[in-house]
């Protein structure tokens, strides 16, 4: 079974004129028009590197020439192949098993793909809360935890250990609802992560985590979790294709896959134009601010 892990470092990509204005000509033209309408350059360039990440995995992985590729998204947004519907017959991999998913968040934007499950992916920066204190924080967010995770995340030590360990829930959660595809309209409540004793360390993705949904155990949902660097924690999600609960462990599986960070030249390599060169689309990027002023100060004093 294939297994694909990719990590781009947004935060550090300075796009030049012609790199912006490459990328915006290789991905489809309502993607780059959502794109062109961030209001901070950071949002747009991880939009960016987003959509260069998935359609570089249906090129390379999937062997679908990159201009007959056409990205769609279910109605709650999880993006899928919508075009083409079958793979040309001299390929040897079969389309429909590929399930993928992505996320951008922090400093990274991720791809995540596997074979015969479904996926889902998450990835969550542990940062400072910009304007409250954690308690505070954590209070407005008491919603979104089971008792148990919030008595898991608050014995976590430290508040900076225990914001880890909030974020480290949040990308479990998150990586199960992108895995299902259902958004926002999920009750958190149902489902209930139990961690294991083991540490989660740099190098070292962890795959020991149950989910218990609705208090049962899932035993055929497999969460693997990685730290990308001390910053960012990663989870993905690997279930039953279709969403069928059939009760059954998952077969033995191979160690997983760690992410490999890719360059703005990987992420272009097979890429081809679909669309002619708008001048006045880096013009409106280039006059972007960053991030919003509160992100900036919290970067530059961490
Ligand atoms: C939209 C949502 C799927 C994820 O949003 P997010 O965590 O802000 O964003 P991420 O960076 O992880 O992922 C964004 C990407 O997920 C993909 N995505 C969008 N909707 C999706 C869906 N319903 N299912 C799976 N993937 C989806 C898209 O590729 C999107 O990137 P793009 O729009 O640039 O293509 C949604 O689950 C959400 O907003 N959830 C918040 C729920 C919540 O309150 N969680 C609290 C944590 S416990």
């Known amino acids: 079974m294939g297994s694909v892990r990719w990590a781009f ?3 550090s990509w300075t796009p030049t004129r012609h790199e912006w204005l490459h990328a915006a000509r290789c991905i489809q033209p309502e993607e780059k028009d959502r794109i062109g309408q961030f209001v901070f350059a950071k949002d747009a360039k991880a939009a960016m590197a987003g959509r260069l990440l998935l359609r570089r995995f249906v090129c390379e992985t999937m062997g679908v020439p990159w201009s007959q590729i056409r990205l769609g998204r279910s109605p ?3 993006p899928y192949l919508a075009e083409p519907l079958q ?3 001299d390929s040897s991999v079969v389309q429909s098993e590929w399930s993928f998913n992505l996320s951008h968040q922090g400093d990274y934007a991720v791809l995540a793909a596997e074979q015969g ?3 889902g992916v998450d990835i969550m920066k542990n940062t400072m809360p910009g304007s409250t204190s954690v308690p505070e924080y954590f209070r407005i967010m008491t919603r979104q935890f089971t008792e148990y995770e919030w ?4 014995s976590a030590g430290s508040e900076p250990q225990q914001l880890a360990s909030f974020y480290r829930h949040w990308a479990l959660k998150e990586s199960f609802i992108k895995a299902i595809g259902t958004g926002l309209g999920f009750n958190l409540q149902r489902v209930e992560f139990h961690l294991p004793p083991q540490r989660l360390a740099l190098g070292q993705p962890l795959r020991q985590t149950k989910m218990y949904l609705d208090e049962e155990e899932e035993e055929e949902w497999t969460f693997e979790e990685s730290l990308l660097d001390t910053e960012h924690h990663v989870v993905v999600a690997l279930g039953p294709a279709g969403n069928t609960c059939n009760g059954a462990p998952p077969p033995s599986q191979p160690p ?6 890719l360059s703005f030249g990987d992420l272009i390599t097979s890429a081809t134009p679909l669309t002619e060169e708008e001048p006045a689309y880096w013009e409106s990027f280039e006059t972007k601010a960053e991030a919003p002023k509160r992100q900036r100060d919290t970067q ?3």
Not at 151 to 154: D, N, Q
């Open 87 to 89: 793979v040309s017959p």
């Open 151 to 154: 008595s898991t995340i608050r």
């Open 9 to 11: 470092r947004c935060a």
């Open 117 to 119: 499950v479904q996926v």
């Open 300 to 302: 530059s004093s961490t």
């Open 76 to 78: 709650r947004g999880k």
């Open 256 to 261: 997983p896959t760690t992410f490999t960070l």
